[in-house]
């Protein structure tokens, strides 16, 4: 099966309230590799690779985050994969 990847910023209230090990948990249930890491600007980038379904339902749950989070917008580029074989914090 091809993989897909996905590129993501995460903007809201997304930084303090545990959205990158979140982010990270739900990339391992889903099977993904890639990263998530904070951004200077208090939005948080990911980058995840995958079969498509899964990528579709780990951006679903990206609009909201964990419930400590608050989304308010979501940028989504789909790009080419890079291999990536785990799911890493960036800082």
């Known amino acids: 099966m091809e ?4 590129h993501l910023i995460v903007r809201g209230r997304v930084q303090g309230v545990c959205f990158r ?3 990270r948990e739900k990339g391992f249930e889903l099977g993904l ?3 998530v890491k904070n951004c200077s600007d208090s939005s948080v980038e990911i980058h995840a690779e995958g079969n ?3 990528l579709e339902n780990f951006i679903a749950w990206c609009k ?3 419930d ?3 989304v ?3 940028d989504i580029d789909w790009v080419k ?3 990536m074989t785990t799911f890493d914090i960036r800082y």
């Open 68 to 70: 400590t989070a608050s």
């Open 81 to 83: 994969p890079e291999s």
């Open 72 to 74: 308010t917008s979501l």
């Open 3 to 6: 993989k897909s990847a996905v």
């Open 33 to 35: 590799a890639g990263w």
């Open 52 to 54: 498509t379904s899964d």
């Open 21 to 23: 090990a979140s982010t």
């Open 64 to 66: 909201h985050g964990p």
